[in-house]
């Protein structure tokens, strides 16, 4: 009998080995081939007019900040305005321009067949501000836009302009060429997306909506070509985020007596020993985490990008997401892609040594997971605190997480096509973007968001965004440029071909 039984196990190991070969050999490995040859760009041209561009300090500023700090911001976003429009005369001739917010800049390129609903083009003007005392840090100061060493430096050339500055080009040289879209191009330059975007491109979605229109589909900033970011994959990734996670901050209030210290609750009936055993069970109680939508997704494309047994593993998530997902869990960084987060930020209470407070309070982060809504997660921490004298109290600002856009569409393939042919050698994946963007506005007019910039990234590169030392190659520029100018005229043999 034990003997039937080992012999049906075995049977069942072979059976299962046989499959997990099966299904890693028929990944195809990664199409190294170079395919089309490079539209001919003037790189160097583009580096320069980024080296203008990045030398208009566009800091966006939250409420309330210095009067002088915003007046100088308001001067830049204006002097940036009529650099546009003298250096690139023939898409401001190309194009109808209005602004919201004072500085947000929406373009729009008429397509021959109006029938067709616009593609809209996204990327930011403003940028965040040097952290007082990095200044000296710069090996070029952040807004001389210097080019040196085969790079522009400043503020912004990673986040944003170098891809706008890209993407103007690439429209002012397709229209000099006598190119006209079939469909409309909107291009939509926001001024507040590093403060939430609020005036910028919610009033344009905003206009849009009030005007029906919709949106084919959208693209903004987001993943980039990273290079050794990923464990085991040696050639160079393109990730595009088809989702992005939401936000909700919740007040986590505990409330004691109060009186003098010398003479105290014991400690958990304290509102602060209250506070820290809420806390402690909220942290306890993580939210769901699996493998699946666009994680899922990004890691079955990375499959034939890397090694054999890590293939093995990637082609075969039915059998082996538990594994893959503990090694997520390892990492803060992919754990936030299997998840919504808990990160407590804030905490308060008391003023004096000898008293005892008669309130404490945290306030805890969420990033919600696609998976998960806001209401969900209010829910599932009043669930884990299980105290009804605890308050727990919803911030504003609530976002929700995206939809996913979807991996088969127009859209994605366009994308992913050009960037075939402008970085040969790249994988294109989905992936999950755990930070925030001003395309969330856009959300209720498509269901076609994708994020991506065309920047080369590396370990050494992601220090410098929001950071020190921020810089674009030249030969970078010229690729993005004619990564934009693929996209628009594969966009319209698309719908040529229609
Ligand atoms: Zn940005």
Redesign the pocket.
């Given at each position: 009998m034990l003997k039937k039984i080992l012999a049906g196990a075995g049977a069942a190991l072979v059976l299962l080995i046989a499959v997990v070969l099966g299904r890693t050999l028929t990944i195809p490995a990664a199409d190294l081939a170079a395919a089309g040859a490079p539209a001919s760009i003037d790189a160097e041209g583009a580096a320069a007019r980024l080296g203008e561009a990045l030398r208009f300090p566009t800091i966006s500023y939250q409420r309330g900040a210095e009067p002088g700090d915003v007046a100088r911001s308001a001067a830049a976003f204006t002097g940036f305005r009529s650099w546009m429009d003298a250096t690139y005369p023939a898409f401001r001739e190309a194009t109808s321009r209005e602004i919201f917010g004072e500085h947000t800049l929406l373009y729009r390129w008429e397509g021959a067949d109006a029938s067709l609903d616009p593609v809209l083009l996204m990327s930011?003007i403003d940028v965040v501000p040097i952290a007082p005392g990095t200044e000296g840090d710069w090996e070029y100061p952040p807004f001389s836009g210097a080019i040196a060493e085969g790079y522009v430096w400043g503020r912004g050339a990673i986040?944003?302009k170098g891809s706008l500055i890209a993407m103007v080009e690439a429209a002012e040289l397709l229209i000099k060429r006598g190119f006209r879209p079939q469909r409309t191009i909107l291009f939509a330059f926001g001024h507040d997306?590093?403060v939430g975007g609020g005036e910028g491109n919610k009033a344009i979605a905003t206009a849009l909506q009030e005007r029906g229109i919709r949106l084919h589909w959208v693209k903004d900033?987001g993943g980039v070509i990273g290079h050794g970011l990923l464990p085991g994959v040696s050639v160079p990734v393109a990730t595009i985020g088809v989702a992005e996670k939401g936000s909700i901050s919740l007040d986590i209030i505990a409330y004691s007596k109060g009186g003098h210290s010398s003479m105290p609750s014991p400690a958990a009936q304290t509102a602060i020993g209250k506070l820290a055993i809420a806390l402690e069970r909220i942290g306890d109680r993580p939210f769901t985490s699996r493998v699946d939508g666009a994680t899922r997704n990004m890691i079955e494309a990375l499959a034939p990008a890397v090694p054999f047994m890590q293939r093995a593993v990637y082609a075969n998530l039915w059998l082996f997401e538990p594994v893959v997902r503990n090694v997520m869990e390892g990492s803060p960084t992919a754990a936030a892609q299997l998840q919504t987060t808990i990160a407590p930020t804030i905490i308060e209470g008391g003023n004096k040594e000898n008293v005892l407070p008669q309130q404490a309070r945290a306030v805890v982060n969420f990033r919600i997971h696609p998976r998960d809504t806001a209401e969900g997660i209010v829910a599932h921490v009043k669930r884990a605190v299980d105290d009804p004298e605890i308050d727990v109290e919803p911030l504003a600002g609530i976002r929700e997480a995206s939809a996913v856009s979807s991996i088969e569409g127009e859209g994605y393939r366009l994308i992913t096509q050009a960037i075939g042919e402008n970085f040969p050698g790249t994988i294109s994946v989905p992936y999950l973007v755990v930070g925030g963007?001003?395309s969330r506005h856009y959300l209720p007019l498509t269901d076609n968001v994708f994020r991506f910039i065309p920047i080369h990234m590396g370990p050494d590169d992601t220090p410098r965004f929001h950071g020190t030392n921020e810089r674009v190659s030249v030969a970078n520029m010229g690729e993005a440029v004619a990564f934009y100018v693929r996209l628009m005229e594969m966009m319209d043999e698309a719908d040529r071909a229609r």
């Open positions: 930011h986040d944003n997306e590093e900033e963007t001003d």
